[in-house]
C-alpha cells in the first residue's frame, strides 16, 4: 500500500513538473501498444502532465529496418522500444539520447539497481542510452509426470549436462512420438540466443567463441539431434513452437523462457515445473540467454525532458510489468506479487534466480552479423557437415574480422 | 502555340506526349532506382550512411566478396535448381491442366476457376501452410506418404539439407501452377478449332496433333509463360521466409534470399546489390525472350 501511494504521488510529481512546459506530442514506435510501453504511455498521456504520446505499432521483424529506414531520412520516432542486442548498433553511431547526466540528476530512476546484463545492454562506452523494459531468459521446463513414468525424480530435475543428457536418453519416447527434449537450433536471433548460454557455461564468449569447451557444448546439441532425442525440425522451428511440442506432450523437456508460462498454464494437461539451465558439471559457471527490449530516447528529438519524463514514469511502474504483464523486471528490488497460480508462481522464483546468470549479447553495433557466424556454425555441424572444433574456429575467425 | 495545341489534340504531339510521359514514369520509377541499385553496389554502404547520397566507393571489392564467398556456390548451384526445376514443372503440370480442362466436360470452366484460389492467395500465406503440410513430426505429408507406404519414417523435408530446398520447390510449383495453367488454357482456346478438324480428315492422330498444331501454335505463349514463369521464380523470397529460412546451415539459400539477408539482415547493402545487380542481368535476357516472343504473336 505504501509503494502505492509513494508512486501516485511520484506520478503526480511528474505531472505537476511537466505541466509548467508547452503542450508537447511525442511519438513512440514499440512492437506491441499492448506491452507495458504501450499502456503506460497511454497513462501518461492522460495524466494532466501536457504531454501527449502517439504509439505506433511495428512488427517485430520490421521493427529494425523500419526505424532505421527512418533514421536515415530523419522521420524517426522520439521513443522507441527496442530488441536488447540492436541497442548497440544505435547507441554506438549517436542515434540515441546519451542519457547518463539526466540520471545522475533523476529522483525517480535509480540506474544502479538495473541487473549486470541489462545494464550493459543499454551502456556504450560507459555511457547509459535507455533504460530496460523487462528481462527475459531460458530455463529447463520438464514434463513431472514423464519424469514419474520414467522412473526420475520429479523433484530432482537434471543440473548437469551429464545428467541432461541421460534424462533425455530415459525419456525419449519415439513409440509413442515423444522426443526427450524440445530447444531451437533455429538459423535466426532465437537460435544465438538459444545456443550462446551453453557456450558461456563452458567458458566461451561471442568474441572467442572457440574457447576450449565449446565444443563440448555443441557436441552435446548434436548428441540430442544426432540421436534422436530432439525432432529434425528443431533446426527449422522457432522457441514458441518448439515448446508447443512440450506443451502437447510431444516433447519431455524444452528450453525456453517465462513467455511461455501464461499459454502452458492452459495449454498443458499435465504436471510442469521449470529449473535452472544444467551446467557443464557440478559447481560449474551458470549462464543463460538475456532477452526483451529496453527503452530510448532518439537523440534529434525536440523534447528530451518531456521523454525523459515518460522514462520515470515507466521505471515507476516497475512493480506492475510482472503481475500484469508476466515480464520479469529488470530492476533489482522488485518482488514478483503472485499471480494466483501456483506452477507460474514457483516458476517465476526459478527465471528470476536465472535472470541473475543472464548476459547480455553483444553489446556490439555489428551483432547481426556475429550473430549470424555463430548460427552458421551449430548449423554446420548439427547437419553433419563440419566437426564442431572446425566450424567454431571459422566462425571465430570470421568473428574477429567484423570485430577489428 | 495554336499550332502545338492542334498537334496535342490529333498528329504527332500527342504521340510525342504519351511517349514522354511513359517514358519519364519509366525513368523515374523503374530507371533510377535501377540505376541507383547498380551505383551501390560498387559502394560501402551501412544503415547509417543509407540516408546520405554519397558513399565512399568499394570498387569492385563487393563483387570480388560475393565470388569468393564460400556460400557463392552453393547459392548458384540452389538458384539454378530452384528456377528450373519450378519453371520446367510449373510448366509441365500447368499445361497438362490447361489440356485437361480444353476437354470442356460440364463444370471444366468452373473447376479451373477453382485452381487459381491457390494462386490467389498471398505468399507468406501459401508459405505457412506448407510449413506445416511438410513439418516433420506431425506433416500431412509424410502422413500420406506414409499411409501410402512411399515411406518407413518421416523426411524432414524443411530441415534435412538435402531436401530443404526441394521442399521450397515443392511448394512454389503448387504456387505457380494455376497461372501456368490460365495463361496457357487462353492460348489453347485461341487456336481455331477448324485446323484440328482439317488434321483428323487427313488423318492425323492426337498426337500429331499436338506436336504438329497446338505446339507450334502456342508457341508465343508459351515464351511468355516461361518467361513469366523464371521471372516470378527468382522473384520467390516469401515462401523462403516462411519454410526453410534459407537453412538449414544455408543448404536452401538462392540469389533473392541471399541478397536479402545481406542487406537486411547484416545492413550491408553494396554487397546485397551485387546480387540483384547479377539477377538482373538474368531477368533481363530473360526480359528479351519473352519482348521476341510476344512480338511473334503480334506478328500472327
Known amino acids: 500500500m505504501s509503494r502505492f501511494i ?127 523494459r523487462a528481462s527475459n531468459t531460458i530455463a529447463l521446463y520438464y514434463n513431472k509426470d514423464m519424469f514419474r513414468a520414467a522412473g526420475l525424480d520429479p523433484d530432482n530435475p537434471p543440473s548437469t549436462w551429464d545428467e541432461l543428457l541421460a534424462a533425455a536418453r530415459t525419456l525419449n519416447d519415439p513409440a509413442n512420438n515423444v522426443y526427450g527434449i524440445a530447444f531451437s537450433a533455429r538459423a535466426s536471433e532465437e537460435g544465438t540466443f538459444q545456443f550462446l ?208 | 502555340m495554336r499550332r502545338v495545341l492542334q498537334s496535342m489534340r490529333d498528329g504527332i504531339g500527342f504521340d510525342t506526349m504519351l511517349v514522354i510521359l511513359t517514358l519519364s514514369y519509366l525513368l523515374v520509377f523503374a530507371g533510377l532506382p535501377l540505376i541507383y541499385n547498380v551505383v551501390i553496389s560498387f559502394q560501402t554502404v551501412d544503415v547509417f550512411s543509407l540516408g546520405t547520397l554519397m558513399h565512399p566507393s568499394a570498387g569492385v571489392e563487393n563483387y570480388v566478396d560475393i565470388f569468393e564467398d564460400r556460400q557463392a556456390e552453393t547459392v548458384l548451384r540452389n538458384t539454378i535448381i530452384f528456377t528450373l526445376g519450378s519453371v520446367a514443372l510449373q510448366f509441365t503440370l500447368g499445361f497438362a491442366l490447361a489440356l485437361f480442362f480444353h476437354q470442356n466436360f460440364t463444370g471444366a470452366t468452373w473447376i479451373r476457376g477453382l485452381f487459381l484460389a491457390g494462386w490467389v492467395m498471398p505468399g507468406l500465406v501459401v508459405g505457412v501452410l506448407w510449413n506445416w503440410l511438410l513439418s516433420g513430426d506431425f506433416g500431412v505429408v509424410n502422413y500420406v506418404l506414409d499411409g501410402l507406404g512411399l515411406i518407413d519414417e518421416p523426411v524432414f523435408w524443411r530441415s534435412n539439407p538435402e531436401t530443404s530446398l526441394y521442399s521450397v520447390l515443392i511448394a512454389n510449383v503448387w504456387y505457380g501452377t494455376p497461372f501456368n495453367m490460365i495463361l496457357l488454357a487462353v492460348g489453347l482456346s485461341q487456336i481455331p478449332e477448324d485446323l484440328y478438324e482439317a488434321a483428323e480428315l487427313d488423318g492425323a492422330n492426337a498426337f500429331q496433333r499436338f506436336w504438329t498444331i497446338t505446339l507450334p501454335m502456342m508457341r508465343a505463349t508459351i515464351g511468355a509463360v516461361i518467361a513469366l514463369g523464371t521471372i516470378f521464380t527468382l522473384q520467390q523470397f516469401d515462401l523462403f521466409a516462411a519454410i526453410t529460412q534459407g537453412g538449414p546451415a544455408g543448404s536452401s539459400t538462392v540469389a533473392q534470399y541471399w541478397s536479402w539477408e545481406l542487406s537486411f539482415r547484416e545492413f550491408d547493402f553494396g554487397r546485397g546489390a551485387v546480387i540483384s545487380v547479377l539477377m538482373i542481368i538474368v531477368v533481363l535476357i530473360v526480359s528479351l525472350i519473352y519482348v521476341r516472343s510476344t512480338k511473334a504473336e503480334t506478328q500472327l
Do not use: C, K
Not at chain 1, 539526466?102 to 560507459?126: H, K, N, Q, T, Y
Open chain 1, 197 to 404: 548460454p551453453w557456450a558461456q557455461m563452458a567458458g566461451g564468449t561471442f568474441d572467442n567463441i572457440n574457447a576450449e569447451g565449446v565444443a563440448d557444448a555443441l557436441e552435446l546439441w548434436n548428441t540430442f539431434l544426432s540421436e534422436g532425442l530432439a525432432s529434425p525440425d528443431t533446426l527449422t522451428r522457432g522457441q514458441w513452437d518448439s515448446t508447443g511440442t512440450f506443451n502437447g506432450g510431444n516433447a519431455a523437456m524444452a528450453i525456453s523462457g517465462p513467455w511461455e508460462l501464461g499459454r502452458m498454464a492452459s495449454d498443458a494437461d499435465f504436471d510442469w515445473g521449470v529449473t535452472l539451465l544444467p551446467v557443464r558439471a557440478e559447481g560449474g559457471e551458470r549462464a543463460s540467454a538475456l532477452g526483451d527490449f529496453n527503452l530510448a530516447i532518439f537523440a534529434n528529438t525536440d523534447h528530451p525532458d518531456a521523454a525523459f519524463a515518460y522514462l520515470e514514469y515507466f521505471w515507476s511502474q516497475a512493480h506492475r510489468i510482472w503481475p500484469e504483464f508476466t515480464r520479469m523486471p529488470a530492476i533489482e528490488g522488485v518482488e514478483l506479487a503472485p499471480t494466483g497460480d501456483a506452477r507460474i508462481d514457483a516458476a517465476a522464483a526459478v527465471f528470476a534466480e536465472q535472470l541473475r546468470y543472464a548476459r547480455n549479447r553483444g553489446p556490439h553495433p555489428e551483432w547481426p552479423r556475429i550473430s549470424q557466424r555463430i548460427q552458421g556454425a551449430f548449423q554446420s555441424v548439427l547437419t553433419g557437415q563440419e566437426e564442431p572444433q572446425a566450424a567454431l574456429d571459422r566462425a571465430a575467425e570470421e568473428i574477429d574480422e567484423i570485430l577489428n
Open chain 1, 6 to 132: 509513494a508512486t501516485s504521488a511520484l506520478a503526480l510529481t511528474i505531472g505537476a513538473s511537466a505541466a509548467m512546459a508547452q503542450d508537447v506530442t511525442l511519438t513512440l514506435w514499440t512492437e506491441s501498444a499492448t506491452a507495458p510501453e504501450g499502456i503506460f504511455a497511454q497513462e501518461f498521456s492522460e495524466m494532466d502532465n501536457g504531454i501527449t504520446i502517439d504509439v505506433r505499432e511495428i512488427r517485430f521483424d520490421d521493427l529494425v529496418t523500419d526505424t532505421l529506414r527512418a533514421f536515415a531520412t530523419g522521420t524517426n520516432p522520439d521513443l522507441i522500444a527496442i530488441d536488447n542486442p540492436d541497442h548497440a548498433a544505435f547507441a554506438s553511431r549517436g542515434a540515441f539520447l546519451d542519457i547518463t547526466d539526466m540520471v545522475a540528476g533523476s529522483d525517480v530512476i535509480e540506474i544502479d539497481r538495473v541487473f549486470p546484463g541489462p545494464r550493459s545492454s543499454l551502456s556504450w562506452d560507459d555511457r547509459i542510452f535507455g533504460i530496460p
